[in-house]
């Protein structure tokens, strides 16, 4: 679950409930803090987010012992943002006050649907009611950067409860929402069910009509749409996803977690529990690299590029790219730029927003392979 990184910082630590267990996965993360902080080079972070796993399976004094791991060897900016992912139903009283002063100043709660029979499609522990209290909860804690997540396109909702969980969420004066379509995962309940036809599949058509009145409903509401799945009031745009899509460099720290230098390195720690552990005990770092090609950075730069607000930085692609990817580029984009999905404003490449639902595919038949 938690893992720290330069600019953006990005938890992922899976762990079990064990509390034995728990505490040599804690040593073994501030174990490999102190191993690798050395890897980025500017010292003062902006985020820290702890998230993955189950993170809400922190106490308060293992959130603060991992934050003074990480500060012992960088410094706080003092406005930086240090994001937790719950679930709804780990966040009470006590827990919240636990987190609050330790430090965390930004939660990221799985709320998926202010519908019961939605959650319980998707498997939830919680209720839309225990949801919509933990919010409050949390912002009665004096935690009002909260972004939540939503799920839309799910076959047995109709449009009204999808309109509903939107209107919850002003009402709930949630500043941040982060949005993704309902997909079928093998070997969940989900995928057996509309298998054996008890249910049927998400329809494209539906989750389109419901992506648009989402952005048309929060734009209203006073949310940006700045990322494809990503929406917020000004001054609550999440840093932790804002660095990772202007490529910054970050460091992930715990089973699972992946870094990146900002360059052409891009790495991954194992995800078995105790073998992170063992190896970290014996002074080694669990963890694999691969060095990412032009055509790589290439594809990378123009997905991430694309699923934003801003778009594909044109210049920065000419300085890190050869005249000649960049020539295939111009050449690729003309058909899609005749045709109205594609267009260059102020120096980048972007999508319209009518066309932002399909922006994946569009990105995709750009793709140098």
């Not at 139903?89 to 006050?97: S, Y």
């Not at 940006?224 to 990772?244: C, D, L, Q, T, W």
């Not at 990817?325 to 594609?342: F, K, T, V």
Request: proline share 4%.
């Amino acid at each position: 679950m938690p893992f720290c990184r330069q600019k953006c910082s990005y938890c992922n630590f899976h762990f079990s409930t064990s509390l034995n267990l728990k505490e040599e996965m804690l040593r073994a993360m501030c174990k490999e803090i102190r191993l690798r902080h050395h890897e980025l080079q500017e010292r003062t972070i902006t985020s820290l987010y702890l998230g993955g796993g189950t993170p809400s399976l922190l106490s308060g004094d293992d959130v603060r012992m991992l934050m003074d791991e990480v500060g012992r060897f960088f410094d706080f900016d003092r406005n930086i943002e240090i994001t937790l992912e719950a679930n709804p139903d780990d966040l009470d009283e006590k827990f919240l006050k636990e987190i609050s002063s330790a430090g965390i100043n930004r939660l990221s709660v799985g709320v998926q649907s202010f519908s019961d029979a939605d959650l319980k499609l998707m498997n939830r522990a919680h209720t839309a009611t225990e949801a919509e209290n933990s919010v409050k909860r949390a912002q009665d804690k004096g935690i009002e950067n909260i972004s939540i997540d939503l799920i839309y396109g799910s076959p047995i909702s109709d449009f009204s409860f999808w309109k509903e969980s939107l209107q919850k969420t002003i009402e709930l004066q949630v500043p941040h929402v982060s949005s993704y379509a309902l997909t079928v995962e093998p070997k969940t309940a989900l995928e057996a069910w509309i298998r054996k036809n008890r249910i049927a599949a998400p329809q494209e058509n539906t989750q389109n009509r419901e992506f648009y009145y989402m952005s048309g409903f929060l734009k209203q509401q006073g949310f940006e749409h700045y990322e494809i799945s990503n929406f917020g009031k000004p001054g609550f745009h999440s840093r932790h996803n804002s660095a990772y899509w202007q490529y910054m460099p970050y460091l992930g720290i715990g089973p699972s977690a992946h870094s990146y230098n900002g360059s052409n390195i891009r790495s991954w720690n194992i995800a078995n529990n105790p073998k992170y552990i063992r190896s970290l005990e014996e002074d080694q770092l669990p963890s694999e690299q691969e060095f990412l090609t032009e055509k790589d950075r290439y594809n990378e730069m123009l997905m991430i590029g694309l699923r934003t607000t801003k778009g594909a930085d044109l210049e920065r692609m000419k300085q890190q790219f050869s005249a000649t990817m960049m020539e295939r580029l111009y050449h690729d984009i003309r058909h899609e730029m005749e045709q109205g999905r594609l267009v260059i404003e102020n120096g980048f490449l972007k999508i319209p927003g009518q066309h932002w639902f399909f922006a994946d595919g569009i990105a995709a038949g750009l793709f140098v392979l």
